[in-house]
């Protein structure tokens, strides 16, 4: 789709300065973006970058609106100014680049379904779906091909499953979560007993719950509980190839990075933000609000609010000062060579003094 900055102007409501008439082909980053396409500027960085930028257009935060001018003044490029950068920029892009129409299937004939479940309005299940005894499933439901959804899983409206990912049986999906492909939810936890030399599997008989507009990334893989449920906050987004083990329980509106890893037993508050290739022990907890810096290891509970980064995790302030220190290594280590030479040199310089003493006094004798 083409348009022009006028049109895009009068889509988001905004001033617009510059060559009104543009034509607009396309939307892209600052330093990816042509003559003939848009972009945004929602920060410092970027502001900075579009020095190097050849886009037509640009869309500005409306905070850095004064920075901007001062900075374009002389600059051909046209802009957009508004309250939020990233939004208006996104509103746009899909009206530039419109997601595909979904395929209407319905139910296919070569999806195996069992008689024994419950499907509601609006469903399409693709071919090579697979869908046990006991299975209910809500209303406008996506159930794309290879999924496997095990014995008296309950799916609410509007959930999407790409292909291929697996429901163990008795796992509880809420309404309009995302299970991205290859998904594993519901499989048994890590859990054995050492007896008589040998390893012995410990039976996990719970279940996994997802509640409300969770997503679930692609290859992720979620644990079912031993006794009780492993939990997903509602509104939690989860990145692809994450894995929560066996009766963690994670609050509303956290966020994972790809490649974090839960141990056992772990709880969070909301709110709770891991970077990528973030471990954490089984048992601990995370307050609400608290972030945690990528690569973290977690070893303790963490404070609600707190940024934790480094192994073993500690506060952001607390590993700055340790990292500025292990800086400061080799010149501490050639100062301490240079003491060292400095005593040995004083030490021999004390004992030829002791014996020149030693030496006088008994002249004197």
Not at 14 to 23: F, K, M
Not at 160 to 176: C, E, F, M, Q, W
Request: proline residues 4%; aromatic residues 6%.
């Amino acid at each position: 789709m083409s348009t022009t900055v006028e049109w895009i102007a009068q889509e988001l409501n905004c001033p617009a300065q510059g060559n009104q008439r543009l034509e607009i082909h396309g939307a892209e980053s600052v330093l990816k973006a042509g003559p003939h396409d848009i972009t945004f500027v929602g920060d410092e960085l970027n502001l900075k970058r579009l020095k190097s930028s050849n886009a037509g257009a640009v869309i500005v935060d409306k905070r850095l609106e004064e920075s901007f001018q001062k900075t374009y003044e002389s600059a051909p490029i046209t802009s957009l100014t508004v309250e939020d950068a990233q939004a208006a920029f996104i509103k746009i892009f899909q009206k530039l680049r419109p997601q595909r129409s979904l395929p209407e299937v319905g139910i296919s004939p070569q999806a195996e379904i069992s008689e024994e479940v419950t499907i509601g309005e609006n469903c399409h299940i693709f071919p090579r779906v697979t869908i046990r005894p006991g299975v209910q499933i809500g209303n406008n439901c996506r159930i794309y091909p290879g999924v496997y959804i095990g014995d008296d899983c309950v799916l609410g409206d509007d959930v999407t499953i790409h292909a291929n990912a697996v429901l163990y049986p008795d796992v509880k999906i809420a309404n309009r979560a995302l299970i991205h492909a290859s998904a594993v939810l519901g499989c048994d936890g890590f859990g054995y007993r050492f007896e008589q030399g040998r390893f012995v599997k410990i039976p996990h008989l719970g279940s996994v719950r997802i509640e409300d507009d969770v997503e679930i990334g692609a290859g992720t893989t979620i644990d079912r509980g031993m006794i009780g449920a492993t939990v997903i906050g509602e509104g939690t987004k989860i990145d692809n190839q994450v894995m929560i083990a066996h009766n963690c329980e994670i609050g509303k509106h956290n966020a994972f990075a790809s490649q974090v890893g839960f141990a056992g037993s772990i709880t969070t508050g909301d709110y709770v933000r891991c970077a990528g290739q973030v471990g954490i022990a089984d048992h601990v907890h995370l307050g609400d609000q608290s972030t945690l810096g990528a690569r973290a290891g977690v070893h303790r509970d963490v404070p609600p609010g707190e940024v934790y980064i480094g192994t073993p995790a500690a506060p952001e302030k607390e590993q700055f000062k340790i990292v500025m220190s292990l800086r400061k290594v080799p010149e501490m280590r050639k100062q301490i060579r240079e003491l060292e030479h400095q005593i040995k040199e004083l030490t021999r310089q004390f004992k030829e003094l002791e014996t020149h003493n030693n030496n006088d006094e008994s002249a004197l004798t």
